[in-house]
């Protein structure tokens, strides 16, 4: 993981006896450093992710559409020579198609998930 600037918060281990300066409680503002530096390292850390899926559901597209072409082409092998041998490899790609498929829609439910994580983290930090 890359370290950004604002990966790391340093807070006061007990708060001082001093007053703050705006008449805040000084935990308080512990407390506000602390949200605010998760918030900034768990925003960076879902966008790192939503990246990566996003890169993988490119992949698992292109696969998926390269699986259709192989199908495809043995499909039209089939028609031209039924040999067992070609029926089986047709089934197991056949297969591998469908367990695609099954991957991609649960990588798009957890995109949308993420997306919607991404969203309400944007949403708090406009709000504070």
Request: charged share 25%.
């Given at each position: 993981?890359e370290?950004?600037?604002?990966?790391?918060?340093?807070?006061?281990a007990?708060?001082s006896?001093?007053?703050?300066?705006?008449?805040?409680d000084?935990?308080?503002?512990?407390?506000?450093?602390?949200?605010?530096?998760l918030?900034?390292?768990?925003?960076?850390?879902?966008?790192?992710?939503?990246?990566?899926?996003n890169?993988?559901?490119?992949?698992?597209?292109?696969?998926?559409?390269?699986?259709?072409?192989?199908?495809?082409?043995l499909?039209?092998?089939l028609?031209?020579?039924?040999?067992?041998?070609?029926?089986?490899?047709?089934?197991?790609?056949?297969?591998?198609?469908?367990?695609?498929?099954s991957?991609?829609?649960?990588?798009?439910?957890i995109?949308?998930?993420i997306?919607n994580?991404d969203?309400?983290?944007?949403?708090?930090?406009?709000?504070?």
């Amino acid at each position: 993981m890359e370290t950004h600037e604002n990966d790391s918060v340093v807070i006061e281990a007990e708060p001082s006896t001093s007053h703050a300066p705006d008449g805040e409680d000084p935990l308080r503002q512990s407390s506000e450093v602390l949200a605010r530096g998760l918030s900034s390292m768990l925003s960076s850390v879902i966008t790192d992710f939503d990246c990566r899926a996003n890169q993988t559901l490119r992949s698992q597209d292109h696969l998926s559409s390269v699986l259709d072409r192989l199908t495809g082409e043995l499909d039209q092998l089939l028609e031209d020579a039924p040999l067992p041998f070609i029926m089986q490899h047709a089934a197991k790609i056949s297969s591998v198609r469908k367990r695609v498929s099954s991957l991609n829609s649960l990588l798009k439910s957890i995109q949308g998930r993420i997306d919607n994580i991404d969203r309400m983290i944007s949403f708090e930090k406009n709000n504070q």
